[in-house]
């Protein structure tokens, strides 16, 4: 039986995706040779990258509007690093909402001045702040669309004149958005868009070059756009799947269609953690509540071996919450189906039925 996958990341992908990955592996495109075997140079492979990146821009609606997309390496800790040097000449503005903007603030601030315009560390990041003001002599402003650990989505983002910054490692491509609102988006591809390994990129091309300082190849989206997101050799299998999840994704009926399941899923599981007398959410504020990362706890810990055990014996993994919070963390990826949702709160019946 195939597991009912709630990991936070790398997390659950299409079968149909695993499948056609995993054939390619043996033997891609009928060459006799594994993708992972290739050149990456090879029109074959090139066709892969060009098709990624189009579909990216495609699923976002932003072709032709003057923005490029990247599939780099390193993760979206190594883009903490590259969003600064490319764009940070003075003074950046950061919404800390979590462990991964935190961690982003931390780099940003090896390039210049950086304000944390608000923060909500104050409740272990158990909401998100509301209220503040962005300043207007600023390079950019920074944040963070959901919050794997701590469950918090933003569900509206800011005005400001300023570049709009946001790493959506977590939810990209699972809810509807202007983002051509957005200047530089960044996510690794390890939640909603393929193995772990690359990272995508969608920048708009007339917020660079405005820095005086002299930024490394490898860290220069410039650099990289010029090359066609080929400057050094691409992670070629994760390229490769990320496109398949993205082929997947406009099969299903694109952005939109996609939204409509994770809304039934985060429904379905947050009506359950609201109702059930043994369980609590971790969120203080229903509309904080991540659509992607469900956190939730038990009220009383001693039913927590009876609970692990049920869960663990309806074939579902995954659901320990992240070392830091505790508790449980139900993630949601756009490949969850609705099925492994309702199995997850049957079982939470159960153990209120047993309590």
């Known amino acids: ?28 495109n009928n060459l006799d040779l594994s993708l992972v075997e290739i050149s990456h140079r090879s029109k074959d492979f090139v066709s892969v990258m060009e098709n990624a990146r189009a579909l990216a821009l495609e699923h976002l609606g932003l072709q032709n509007k003057g923005y490029q997309a990247l599939f780099l390496q390193g993760g979206a800790s190594t883009e903490f690093l590259m969003v600064a040097y490319n764009l940070l000449q003075d003074k950046a503005a950061y919404l800390n909402t979590g462990t991964w903007s935190s961690k982003a603030i931390k780099e940003a601030g090896l390039f210049g001045e950086v304000v944390e315009i608000a923060s909500s560390k104050d409740q272990n990041f158990n909401y998100i702040p509301k209220g ?8 950019y402003f920074h944040c963070t669309s959901n919050n794997t650990i701590f469950g918090t989505q933003l569900n509206t983002f800011p005005e400001t004149s300023a570049p709009l910054i946001c790493d959506m490692s ?24 393929g193995p772990a390994g690359t990272t995508l990129v969608v920048v708009k091309e007339d917020i660079l070059g405005k820095v005086s300082r002299t930024i490394p190849s490898m860290l220069d989206y410039k650099v990289h756009i010029g090359k066609d997101s080929m400057f050094n050799t691409p992670a070629v299998f994760p390229v490769y799947v990320s496109m398949l999840t993205l082929e997947w994704l406009k099969e299903k009926g694109g952005i939109t269609a996609i939204e409509k399941i994770n809304n039934q899923k985060a429904t379905l599981l947050y009506t359950e953690i609201d109702r059930n007398p043994l369980f609590k959410g971790f969120v203080a504020t229903k509309e904080d ?19 692990d055990k049920l869960w663990t014996e309806a074939g579902i993994n995954g659901l320990n919450g992240h070392r830091s919070v505790g508790g449980y963390r139900a993630s949601m990826y756009n490949a969850l189906p609705l099925e492994s949702v309702q199995v997850l709160v049957d079982v939470m019946q159960e153990l209120e039925r047993g309590a």
Do not use: W
């Open 289 to 307: 509540r991540s659509k992607m990362n469900a956190t939730f706890n038990l009220v009383d810990e001693a039913h927590k071996e009876t609970f």
């Open 132 to 139: 503040y003001t962005i300043p207007t002599d600023i390079d």
């Open 170 to 193: 977590s939810d990209i491509f699972s809810r509807q958005l202007d983002f051509s609102k957005f200047d530089l988006i960044y996510a690794g591809a390890q939640k909603n868009m």
């Open 1 to 28: 039986m195939k597991k009912h996958n709630f990991s936070a990341g790398p997390c659950i992908l299409p079968q149909e995706v695993l499948k056609k990955a995993s054939e390619a592996v043996v033997n891609f």
